[in-house]
């Protein structure tokens, strides 16, 4: 739109009252000339505006009624014209049906202003909508609805900000391959599942959980309490042990403090807790055979 449309709601309003007290109110002669010349100056500018079909023919009648109640007025200044019946009875007639075109107009414009920031409104929620969705999307994991591997490091760069610490669990899934080749996938789908529940159900107050590969999982703890974490762990591996048995699994976990000294490496927090886990992974190894 042009310059007409983007006038704020309270101008609009204005001017058209103006026209409505020039056309009613003012009798000097040449403030009416002045005021019947930027009246028709208006109606040629919002005829210029790309308002749609709808609004040309209201548009293009004003200017014919106003514009013949202008040349009315003119010619009625001339003194053989002035007395004549159909000048006479007419001059004001049509000037008052093109001012109510013109008001007409405006009213409409306004209308079509509010309809649409009403739409834009509509779409921006929408757009902010999808936006929010997208980025969920982009930082969840869509099988387990843990955050991703993406999400972990954007943790990470929270935690540099916030001069946090605490500790990283890092949990592998032994023997999860077989699951998939002999069970089939969607068992195996079951299992990490359930395996992220029981992280969610039993990791304590204030944790993050992510699912970082196939068959690996991180938890962050607020804490750098070891004692207290080896307790989650321990319950962990109660919560987990009828799911384990039953597709002949096991968990192995690592731990890796995080804190100031390191959180700007978190590729060798990730490095330090995977080797743990392997650490605990031989352990059950060689206390199995």
Not at 35 to 54: C, N, Q, R
Request: glycine content about 6%; hydrophobic content about 45%.
């Amino acid at each position: 739109m042009g310059t007409l449309s983007q006038l704020s709601t309270r101008l609009i309003s204005i001017v058209c009252i103006s026209i409505l007290v020039a056309a009613f109110f003012i009798s000097s002669g040449t403030l009416s000339v002045v005021t019947s010349i930027l009246t028709l100056v208006l109606i040629i500018m919002l005829l210029l505006e790309d308002f749609g079909k709808a609004m040309k023919l209201p548009l293009i009648l004003a200017l014919i009624l106003y514009g013949f109640g202008v040349a009315i007025e003119i010619l009625n200044q001339v003194p053989e014209l002035r007395e004549h019946p159909i000048l006479k009875n007419t001059d004001t007639v049509f000037v008052h049906l093109g001012v109510f075109m013109i008001c007409f107009c405006l009213i409409k414009l306004l209308h079509q202003r509010h309809s649409l920031i009403k739409k834009l409104n509509i779409q921006i929620n929408k757009a902010k909508q999808l936006e929010g969705e997208l980025s969920k999307q982009a930082l969840q994991d869509d099988l387990t609805l843990l955050g991703n591997r993406r999400a972990l490091f954007r943790r990470f760069d929270q935690l540099v900000l916030k001069h946090e610490k605490g500790m990283l669990a890092y949990i592998d899934i032994d023997n999860f391959k077989q699951v998939n080749d002999m069970m089939g996938h969607k068992s195996g789908d079951h299992v990490l599942v359930q395996i992220a529940k029981i992280l969610v159900k039993t990791a304590p107050i204030g944790s993050h959980y992510y699912r970082i590969g196939g068959d690996e999982f991180v938890v962050l703890f607020p804490t750098n309490n070891e004692k207290h974490i080896r307790d989650w762990i321990d319950t962990l591996y109660q919560q987990t042990e009828e799911l384990c048995q039953y597709y002949s699994i096991n968990l192995s976990v690592g731990l890796a403090p995080y804190h100031q000294g390191n959180l700007s490496d978190p590729d060798s927090i990730l490095v330090q807790a995977d080797s743990a886990m392997y650490i605990d992974k031989s352990k059950k190894k060689i206390s199995m055979r």
